[in-house]
């Protein structure tokens, strides 16, 4: 992208003198038509001038984008290769050696859980590409959310930490109205987000309740939590919080796309809210419309 941006400025460059070595002939040709030809001059560079300015924002704009493509395939990368390293010698150590039964199943659960890491992984890649071409119709159903979010953080539960971390408080059938497997997805990923950027074992509080004749489902972390100037942008595809080169967290950017989207389609709201003393709260409201 650097070759690009070279000729782009040579030729604003070259432009300009141009600008400048025909004005000077103009005013050495007709010295009388001084103001006409400065008045004119004006508006030209002007307008020159936006257009190059608004062609440098785009050049911008595609050089961060590929940057962050590359990134994403980095990220996937790894995100697929370490759970498929892990299962390998999961398999190897069943095949390899006299384990007793307790030993098997252990390292077989060890591998479903993988495997279902790579299922989410898998299934976000899938849903972002078909949301962005517009392929995606969200077929709508009436459905128990109570249960959803429960199984959710239940089966996150067991992945995250021996202990209890992921508390909830879930008022019993709450129904919604919507895509089920789309609204699955967006549960995953924000309790999934808090899990990634919290401390280990440290608390993460998932709530859904009826308040106001409305729904709110609510995740709250006590993790490094989200600078004010970002979280206008966190909801983008592929950006992610923090620096790319100082970055330690695992994750491909589409999480908090396909959040956004699926709560768009869905007339949803979403909030993002400082947690006190530290950590991020993401508010989700259902209209009434979806809400039952």
């Known amino acids: 992208m650097r070759r690009p941006l070279l000729i782009f400025y040579a030729l604003i460059i070259y432009a300009v003198l141009q600008l400048i070595w025909w004005g000077r002939l103009l005013l050495i040709a007709k010295p009388n038509s001084k103001g006409m ?3 004119e001059t004006a508006v030209f560079v002007f307008i020159f001038f936006v257009g190059a300015y608004y062609m440098h924002k785009a050049i911008n704009r595609e ?3 590929h940057r962050q493509q590359k990134n994403f395939l980095l990220s996937v990368t790894h995100e697929l290769k370490s ?14 050696r006299d384990l007793d039964v307790s030993q098997q199943k252990s ?29 995606y119709t969200f077929p709508k159903e009436e459905f128990n959310f109570s249960e959803l979010v429960a199984s959710v953080a239940e089966r996150l539960q067991i992945h995250t930490c021996s202990t209890q971390v992921i508390k909830t408080t879930i008022h019993p059938k709450i ?11 967006m549960v995953t990923n924000l309790i999934e987000n808090a899990v990634k ?3 280990p074992c440290s608390e993460i509080d998932v709530n859904l309740i009826r308040k106001n004749g409305l729904i709110q489902f609510i ?3 006590k993790g490094i939590g989200i600078k ?11 950006y992610r919080v923090g620096s790319e080169d100082t970055r330690k967290t695992k994750g491909t950017g589409l999480g908090l796309f396909i959040v956004k989207q699926v709560l768009d389609k869905h007339q949803a709201t979403i909030k993002v809210k400082n947690n006190q003393p530290s950590g991020t709260i993401f508010e989700v409201t259902f209209n009434d419309v979806y809400a039952k």
Do not use: C, W
Request: charged letters at 30%; proline letters at 3%; hydrophobic letters at 40%.
């Open 107 to 135: 390292f077989i659960t060890n591998s479903l859980k993988d495997i279902e890491r790579l299922d989410d992984l898998v299934e976000n890649m899938l849903l972002a590409t078909k949301i962005e071409s517009n392929s």
């Open 197 to 199: 950027y919290s401390p």
């Open 219 to 221: 995740v709250a972390d």
């Open 228 to 238: 004010d100037e970002e979280k206008s942008r966190i909801f983008d595809k592929f």
């Open 63 to 65: 050089r961060k984008l």
């Open 37 to 39: 030809i400065l008045g």
């Open 83 to 96: 759970p498929l390293a892990s299962i390998k010698l999961y398999l190897q150590t069943i095949l390899k």
């Open 175 to 185: 129904l919604l109205h919507g895509d089920k497997f789309a609204l699955t997805s």
